[in-house]
Nanobody, 123 residues
Framework: VQLQASGGGLVQAGGSLRLSCAAS????????MGWFRQAPGKEREFVAA????????YYADSVKGRFTISRDNAKNTVYLQMNSLKLEDTAVYYC?????????????????WGQGTLVTVSN
């Protein structure tokens, strides 16, 4: 599957952005999806994940209550709605897809990655 992330940009602290990740080339509902982020000089970290049907989600503690992951299987797209953005949310955000039936906290369990989209939060 090929993944194309979009929607990043520059936003003021407290603002909102919605990231999208469009999948192509394979059956989207085969994959469990996740979002990760990587800030300069830091390791890639888990943000959120969603199951194949979209009725189960989980989040990193740092974004819980502010970010929402969702998917539209008819559009082969997964989203990350980001509200109440903070300076520390600045990073390149990546979407990823996995087939394995395991928890999706580790980047190692994902099979495919998008190219990343930059989110910059300013004060």
């Amino acid at each position: 599957v090929q993944l194309q992330a979009s929607g990043g940009g520059l936003v003021q602290a407290g603002g909102s952005l919605r990231l999208s990740c469009a999948a192509s080339g394979s059956t989207f509902t085969t994959y469990r999806m996740g979002w990760f982020r990587q800030a300069p000089g830091k390791e890639r970290e888990f943000v959120a994940a969603i199951n194949r049907s979209g009725d189960s989600t989980y989040y990193a503690d740092s974004v819980k209550g502010r970010f929402t992951i969702s998917r539209d299987n008819a559009k082969n797209t997964v989203y990350l709605q980001m509200n109440s953005l903070k300076l520390e949310d600045t990073a390149v955000y990546y979407c990823a897809a996995r087939r394995r039936y395991v928890l999706g906290y580790s980047p190692d369990v994902y099979d495919y990655w998008g190219q990343g989209t930059l989110v910059t939060v300013s004060n």
